[in-house]
């Protein structure tokens, strides 16, 4: 099977190489985002993914009112978004992480993390195109609900463009002035350097980068993907269920026309991860100690698949892209996403401790 690559596809393969080695100094995973909000009440990685959001919010704005974008949020059906985004945020912890952090800890050499994968990536194809497929399409077709046009409902109708800037200006100071002019501040009281540029190199490439840093540079890839991929014929910013689908009809039916934008994507986030842990010495080959510990990370890899396909995303196409464009569908996705990371941290850490 020879591949093809098309030029317009080049952008996806870069993007995902410079966005997996940022989730990878970042450690940027929502499934320890969410997670660590309840078992260990730390906020940071959730205060990284609420700033991306924000400031993906504020950068599709902005180029949807220059016309370099045209918004494309996700459709709302209701018992899809409930039910999908709750057996994805399930699926997430027993995988032991989410579709972007089971991507990037590939490129870690995770082997758990890569067996999970193909959970994920089996369990979207056979919802997307196999045997599972009219289960799906039945839930979602039948609580569907759009305006008059057969648009996609969004949370301000007409008006969400403008609200997009707004929520995205305020979020974006309330951030600022809260979190990290606080945080800088406690560094000045304690006669530490508000900004310490010292040992440039060894920070950005060996280091974990602090939780704003990641958000801003995860926030300025989000715009540039929505751009690239719109140019390529796919109007949405970033996302990764589609991208491992892509490659499962590939090797399936040998045709170069399923390898889109999000195909090459995915890849470069393996690879991008690949060379941010090389660089730090952090790679390395680690399988899980017990048969088990595989076996329960490829069952929550496969409902991750299944889950994001009856949601029609997964955390990074509802959460980190669908948030932002304030679909109805996305945020009800998001909301079960996280419920369900919840109960099941719940059921695994706390219940039999309480």
């Given amino acids: 099977m020879a591949i093809d690559i098309q030029y317009a596809l080049i952008p996806g393969l870069i993007l995902g190489i410079i966005f997996g080695f940022v989730l990878q100094r970042g450690r940027f995973c929502m499934n320890s985002a969410f997670r660590d909000v309840i078992l ?3 906020y940071k990685l959730a205060k990284s993914v609420a700033l991306a959001i924000l400031l993906s919010m ?3 704005a902005i180029m949807s009112f220059a016309d370099i974008i045209t918004l494309n949020p996700k459709h709302f059906a209701w018992g899809a978004n409930i039910i999908g985004g709750l057996i994805f945020g399930v699926g997430m912890v027993l995988a032991a992480g989410c579709a972007s952090g089971t991507t990037y800890r590939v490129g870690e050499g995770m082997m758990g993390s890569l067996v999970a994968l193909l959970g994920f990536a089996g369990g979207a194809y056979f919802t997307k195109v196999g045997a599972l497929n009219p289960i799906a399409k039945a839930l979602q077709d039948s609580t569907k609900i759009t305006y008059s046009d057969n648009t996609a409902l969004t949370l301000f109708g007409d008006l969400t463009p403008i609200f997009m800037l707004i929520i995205g200006i305020v979020g974006i100071a309330l951030i600022a002035y809260f979190w990290i002019w606080r945080e800088l501040r406690a560094k000045k009281r304690e006669n530490k350097p508000m900004l310490d540029f010292s040992n440039f190199g060894q920070k950005t490439f060996k280091q974990g980068w602090h939780w704003a840093v990641t958000a801003v540079a995860i926030g300025i890839i989000a715009s540039f993907a929505y751009v690239t991929s719109a140019a390529s014929g796919r109007n949405y910013p970033l996302g ?4 491992w689908v892509g490659w499962n009809k590939f090797w399936n039916t040998g045709v170069n026309s399923v390898l889109g934008w999000e195909t090459w994507l995915v890849i470069g986030i393996v690879i991008g991860a690949f060379i941010s842990a090389i660089i730090a010495k952090e790679f390395k080959l680690r399988t899980p100690k017990h048969a088990k510990t595989i076996l ?6 496969l409902a991750m698949g299944i889950g994001a396909i009856i949601a029609m995303g997964c955390n990074i196409g509802n959460i980190l892209s669908g948030f932002p464009l304030l679909s109805l569908g996305s945020l ?7 419920l369900g990371c919840w109960l099941m941290a719940y ?8």
């Fill in 40 to 42: 260990l009440k730390e």
């Fill in 58 to 60: 504020l950068g599709f």
């Fill in 240 to 243: 990764i269920t589609g991208g």
């Fill in 296 to 301: 329960i990370q490829f069952v929550g890899g």
């Fill in 332 to 338: 009800l996705s998001g909301v079960f996403i996280i």
């Fill in 347 to 354: 059921l695994l850490f706390m219940w039999r401790k309480n």
